[in-house]
């Protein structure tokens, strides 16, 4: 079994940044796909970045720039650095992976862009 816990989110002003973390834990063998999915109020749940097991990355139209997706191999982490945030980038963001072609979610960590 395998956990994912994500921190680092909270309160920021707009134009500010905030670096989400997404620590795996337990069994982890092949690890196919990382990525950070988000979910504003009344809306559904969007894709944000993701890292492919290669490496390659890709984005959101709406982030692009602004956003960068990373992972720490050894640390078995993922990040997401978020820079010039938006009131509309608040939402619950979520890790998300694919390890060993099983699927795996994080409790989430709320991401507040406000002044």
């Known amino acids: 079994q395998v956990q994912l816990v994500e921190s680092g989110g909270g309160l920021v002003q707009p134009g500010g940044s905030l670096r989400l973390s997404c620590a795996a834990s337990g069994s982890i063998g092949s690890v196919n796909f990382m990525g950070w999915y988000r979910q504003a109020p009344g809306k559904e749940r969007e894709l944000v970045a993701f890292?492919?097991?290669?490496?390659?990355?890709n984005y959101a139209d709406s982030v692009k720039g602004r956003f960068t997706i990373s992972r720490d191999n050894a640390k078995n982490t993922l990040y997401l650095q978020m820079n010039s945030l938006k009131p509309e980038d608040t939402a619950v963001y979520y890790c998300?992976?694919?390890?060993?072609?099983?699927?795996?979610w994080g409790q989430g960590t709320q991401v507040t862009v406000s002044s």
């Open positions: 890292i492919a097991s290669r490496g390659s990355t």
């Open positions: 998300y992976a694919i390890i060993d072609v099983m699927n795996y």
